[in-house]
């Protein structure tokens, strides 16, 4: 069964750090792209960031961008997402997802369950 | 960015209701067109990819439509565990992006 775990979220003042973990398991982790998707409690989704199977390329949202890094541990089935210089509005519920491996179009076709991350003093 | 709209931003509708929801997006995506259902404090779920095609275990009464700009979810026959928020998502280009959702209720 495939699992995705986030973990790592919390209260965080402004322009403080954060690091959020996606721990996977029941699939070859390794093989699949992997994204962040954030939604703001009773908003809509927003995509945040997405790595390669291997880690070589990453794309970030503008509004995270130079502020966020994605990466990814194939030997611990992990995807992280470090988060630094953190604003208000970075407060939201994190998800991470998997890309679907087919040919295009691509889509999310597993998500964890979300961890919530709050920016405030 | 492409920009999606969804429509309505919210409907109420009985169990057993034929239920359309609409998804336009700021410019041709051809078929790059998911949509999922969220209920309250859970993930996403994936529901239609492709525009048209249905995920395994997605029951048949979902169905979806569409190509280029104009694309549909249609819930043939509401049943309550489908009052939820959908959101279409194009992977056409990054960044993907999502509609800002329908919350369907209960009339």
């Known amino acids: 069964e495939v699992q995705l775990v986030e973990s790592g979220g919390g209260l965080v003042q402004p322009g403080g750090s954060l690091r959020l973990s996606c721990a996977a398991s029941?699939?070859?982790?390794?093989?699949?792209?992997m994204h962040w998707v954030r939604q703001v409690p009773g908003k809509g989704l927003v995509w945040v960031s997405r790595?390669?199977?291997?880690?070589?390329?990453?794309t970030y949202a503008d509004s995270v961008k130079g502020r966020f890094t994605i990466s990814r541990d194939n030997a611990k089935n992990t995807l992280y997402l470090q988060m630094n210089s953190l604003r208000a509005e970075d407060t939201a519920v994190y998800f991470c997802?998997?890309?679907?491996?087919?040919?295009?179009?691509?889509?999310?076709?597993?998500w964890g369950q979300g961890t919530r991350v709050t920016v405030s003093s | 960015d492409i920009q999606m709209t969804q429509s309505p931003s919210s409907l109420s509708a009985s169990v057993g209701d034929r239920v359309t929801i609409t998804c336009r997006a700021s410019?041709?995506?051809?078929?790059?067109l998911n949509w999922y259902q969220q209920k309250p404090g859970k993930a996403p779920k994936l529901l239609i990819y492709?525009?048209?095609s249905l995920q395994s275990g997605v029951p048949s009464r979902f169905s979806g439509s569409g190509s280029g700009t104009d694309f549909t979810v249609t819930i043939s026959s509401l049943q309550p565990e489908d009052f939820a928020t959908y959101y279409c998502?194009?992977?056409?280009?990054?960044?993907?992006?999502f509609g800002q959702g329908t919350k369907v209720e209960i009339k």
């Open positions: 492709a525009a048209s």
């Open positions: 790595i390669n199977s291997d880690g070589s390329t990453t």
């Open positions: 410019q041709s995506i051809h078929t790059y």
């Open positions: 997802a998997r890309r679907s491996r087919s040919n295009e179009p691509y889509y999310f076709d597993y």
């Open positions: 998502q194009q992977s056409y280009s990054t960044p993907w992006t």
């Open positions: 029941g699939f070859t982790f390794s093989n699949y792209w």
